[in-house]
């Protein structure tokens, strides 16, 4: 079983910062990609940003310049800093994860795997 933990969420005042965390655990292989995602209330869920294990990165246009993702292999880690928060930040934020996971008796199997979700609020 694979599980994603996310730490970091809070609230802060717009243009402040945050860093959002996220663990993977379990019988992993590799992981590409992990990323983050983020619903705020009455919309869908989002991309917020995403990176490979070549280091590669996506980010939306909303966050360009201001978030940056980056990930620690050895730890399976991905961490989301957060800069020049604005209200419009405002949401749940989800780790999403491709794992290639060990299958109970043996090979591997391709999950993507969902984050429990961690609230940020951009609030004055």
């Known amino acids: 079983q694979v599980q994603l933990v996310e730490s970091g969420g809070g609230l802060v005042q717009p243009g402040g910062s945050l860093r959002l965390s996220c663990a993977a655990s379990?019988?992993?292989?590799?992981?590409?990609?992990m990323g983050w995602y983020r619903q705020a209330p009455g919309k869908q869920r989002e991309l917020v940003a995403r990176?490979?294990?070549?280091?590669?990165?996506n980010y939306a246009d909303s966050v360009k310049g201001r978030f940056t993702i980056s990930r620690d292999n050895a730890k399976n880690t991905v961490y989301l800093q957060m800069n020049s928060l604005k209200f419009e930040d405002t949401a749940v934020y989800y780790c999403?994860?491709?794992?290639?996971?060990?299958?109970?008796?043996?090979?591997?199997?391709?999950?993507?795997?969902w984050g429990q979700g961690t609230l940020v609020t951009v609030s004055s």
């Open positions: 379990g019988s992993i292989f590799s992981i590409n990609p």
């Open positions: 999403n994860a491709g794992v290639v996971a060990a299958r109970t008796g043996g090979g591997s199997r391709y999950l993507e795997v």
């Open positions: 990176i490979y294990s070549s280091g590669s990165t």
